[in-house]
């Protein structure tokens, strides 16, 4: 939270259970789980995702690809940002409050550590602004950046291991080998450890696009976290007759991680967390009221209107171009081959003209490159067949070529053919590789004819 300075001001977010926060906490818990075992999963020995950015190679369950597939990377990572849009125009920031690791981190790790270590917030609160702190608070802060170090390294770890395989990253950190990636790895440990000790909701409040863009995605009628004004006010203290349901006993901004007072309206640095539900739920228990006074609800709900429309233009838009990335993704997926073959045409002369004196007849000789790439973590062995044609000859300097993993190779090809008896311009070369007999075609055009 910024101050009116412009100079940060420590929060310290009282601790609050209840029903959403043990859901949250079983969801986030799961992810948790998800996201650090994601690098170390193998499916058919094979890494289940692994983004391998210097060779231009990464894996999606198991399956390799390479740059030439960078289009499924595409519509992947379209796929995921349009679930998220999808998602925040129906239920809000959903993200920011059960997903996102930033907050997934901070929850389940980080505060619960300080907490462990330094205490709950008040104590905290109180022993920071003591000018000259006693040793054991001074001890138990320094054992917590100790802790939040070997953290921060750890996490730091995990995140380098979706783009280089953790076996590989551990050889280098342990050789004290000054790659690239270790190096990145510890530069990482010390953002890391930067964000969750000081920076925290400032990452959401001035980094994070996501927070900027919501409100462009959301509308009344999105499920968002609000308070009931018209039960609510006029608040006023518990012993005041005249007040709404409001005992304005400031819970919901005691335990507010950003720091804001829900009651103000819907507010871009809300994450959506449900503590303020949970604690004002708590509240509302203790003075015998209905609960929900804050609650999941649409702003239309919020403001009185009954009724709540769930498809609405922009969720159907979103939704249709969602569906749309998909099928084009699965049809992209499902025409992917283990290889590649591109025509490429040799610098100079586009064709040369043979005369055949003695029989009077003319060929024209047009010269391609065959590039293949080998999208497999293995050998390939590549075999090319020309298709016959009256009076054509397709001559290659080699017919099974064999492609090393991630790797390509150029194979000159020369087509002969005679003008007179040319009923196309193209030749065709069948391409096949491995239990792949059937193959399949590309033609190679011709010129001159
Ligand atoms: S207003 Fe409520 S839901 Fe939003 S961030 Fe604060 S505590 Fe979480
Ligand atoms: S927790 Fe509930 S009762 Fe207390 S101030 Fe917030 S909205 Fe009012």
Redesign the pocket.
Known sequence: MIDDDGHKSVLYPKEQSGPYQNRRTWIMSLLLVFYIAVPFIHINQKPMMLFNIPDRQFYLFGIAHTAQDAELLFFLMTGVAFVLVVATALFGRVWCGYVCPQTVFLDLIFRRIEKWIEGPASVRKRNDKLRHPPPDVRIRRYLKYIVFILMSFAIAFVMISYFIAPEKLLFKLIAVEFSASALFCLALTGIIFFDFVWFREQMCLIICPYGRLQSTLQDKDTIVIG?DESR?EP?GKLKDDARG?????????QVCPTGI???NGLQMECIGCAL?ID??N???TQ?NQPLN??RYDSQNRLQGQSGRRFLRPRVIIYAVLLLLGLTVMTITGLKRTDYEVAILRPQGKPFVVLRNEEEGHITVQNIANLHIVNKKEYSQIIQLEAVEKLGQAVIFSNQNVRVLPFSDATIPVIVQSRKDLAQDNYATIRISAGDDTDGHEIEIPLVGL
């Not at 349901?245 to 819970?251: L, P, T, V």
């Open positions: 308070y609510g608040r349901a409001c005992i304005d006993c400031g819970k919901c901004v007072d829900i009651r303020c604690a004002c708590e509240i509302m003075v006074l804050i």
